[in-house]
């Protein structure tokens, strides 16, 4: 610790801040890596929803194919039928779409899925086939040679009418009536597929076989009938036709379209499974975000408090305690303790040369206290001077006073001297006027 504090304060600040930046960094780039998380995430399940409603979609276009392969079986419908392979093709081509675009569970769900319906269409093309070679059946077996021979039995009935043979005729009509019959009933059968329709239909040929067969010997074209037997044999072989077909209708509208519900059920499952999982990834995603970034907000908040904390105990407070020392120095109180004394760095530095501030007002202190007791000493010497020149100055005045006096009194007698002396002065100039006059007299005299 305490070579944190003896480091300089700008590698402090720049630690404090650096540390402090790094943490900073460190949240955004979890913020960031987090962010771009949820939103791999919110793409993985949009991607996943996007699955999930195509394949919805898909399931409703299997169904679509299989309604119009319904009505195509049950209409015989040509338009239906290209409308069941173009649903197919849309089909496909969506399978082939998510097939590239699908990974784990719902792609092999997928990929089971698109071989389930190639194998449901090679069913129904199948279906398909055993449809056409019935209508060709029915078409060139039954329809065209029943058209075809009840021209023939018309032809040959209104020929007995006008040569007048009408047993003949009857019999003719009576045998066209038995065809017209096993043709309507052979229709029935097409529709309905009861067996009583086609028992019915064979048994209204046979009748028809019956009344024409003595009509070959009366001039009936063999053509009706080789028409009729044609007839004949194609009701009988209907049957099988129609009993294979139902076989592959029942295959095709039975296990196999469960088979593909199921597939598709599956598909969907594992799509909304994957959605789901997409969905519950992101709120984890979103939770964790939640948690861990106020985690690290906080965790930041701590290290940008404690390296606040530590640069207010490693700088701030020795600053301030030497603030408050400088102002105590500066009111004169050299008690005052200096801080952070003997530390490295510029706080350190501060307070040594607060520390010899202090010093030096101690020693002014010394010297001024030195040169106050001079002061004081030099006072008292001139106090004691000045008592010993009063009490001279006294002396001296008393004798000045006594030797005024004396001065006085010998002025006094210098005055009177003086009087003395002037009227000697005066006596003197007297006598020399008189000792003039008695010369001048005697000058005269002589």
């Not at 984890?284 to 105990?313: D, H, K, M, N, S």
């Not at 001079?374 to 004691?384: K, W, Y």
């Amino acid at each position: 610790m305490s070579k944190l504090q003896d480091l300089r304060v700008g590698l402090k600040l720049a630690a404090a801040l650096t540390c402090i930046l790094m943490i900073v960094m460190l949240l955004g780039g979890k913020s960031l890596w987090s962010l771009d998380r949820i939103d791999t995430g919110f793409r993985n399940y949009e991607s996943a929803a996007e699955q999930a409603m195509a394949t919805e979609e898909l399931r409703l276009a299997v169904f679509d194919f299989v309604g119009a392969a319904r009505e195509y079986v049950a209409r015989d419908s040509g338009a239906r039928l290209q409308v069941a392979f173009d649903l197919y093709d849309e089909i496909q081509t969506q399978v082939l779409g998510a097939v590239d675009q699908s990974r784990d569970r719902y792609g092999d769900a997928v990929k089971a899925t698109a071989e389930e319906i190639d194998a449901f269409r090679t069913s129904f093309v199948l279906l398909t086939e055993l449809r056409t070679e019935r209508n060709r059946l029915v078409a060139e077996h039954i329809r065209t040679p029943g058209t075809e021979a009840r021209r023939g039995l018309a032809d040959f009935s209104d020929r007995a009418l006008q040569a007048g043979r009408a047993e003949i005729a009857a019999r003719a009509s009576k045998a066209a009536m038995h065809l017209l019959l096993a043709r309507d009933y052979a229709a029935r059968y097409l529709e309905s597929f009861r067996q009583a329709d086609l028992d019915r239909a064979r048994l209204e040929i046979r009748q028809a076989q019956a009344q024409s067969e003595p009509l070959g010997l009366r001039g009936l074209d063999a053509g009706v009938t080789e028409r009729l037997a044609i007839m004949a044999a194609a009701l009988q072989e209907i049957s099988t036709v129609y009993e294979t077909e139902r076989a592959a209708a029942d295959r095709f509208f039975g296990s196999e379209l469960d088979v593909l519900e199921s597939r598709t059920a599956e598909m969907l499952a594992a799509a909304e499974a994957v959605e789901a999982d997409s969905r519950d990834a992101l709120a984890a995603e979103r939770r964790g975000v939640f948690f861990t970034v106020p985690i690290a907000i906080a965790f930041a908040a701590l290290v940008a408090l404690l390296a606040g904390l530590w640069l207010t105990r490693s700088v701030a407070h020795p600053i301030r305690g030497m603030t408050a020392a400088m102002g105590r120095l500066a009111d004169g109180d050299t008690t005052a303790k200096i801080p952070a004394i003997g530390r490295r760095d510029e706080v350190g530095q501060m307070a040594q040369a607060m520390q010899v501030f202090k010093e030096s007002m101690i020693e002014a202190e010394r010297l001024t206290a030195e040169r106050t007791e001079a002061q004081e000493a030099q006072i008292a010497r001139s106090r004691r001077v000045e008592d010993l020149t009063g009490t001279f100055d006294a002396a001296v005045a008393q004798v000045l006073r006594g030797v005024s006096e004396a001065a006085e009194e010998m002025n006094a007698t210098a005055q009177s001297m003086s009087s003395i002396s002037e009227e000697t002065r005066v006596q003197a100039t007297s006598a020399s006027g008189a000792s003039t006059q008695a010369s001048a007299n005697v000058q005269t005299v002589a």
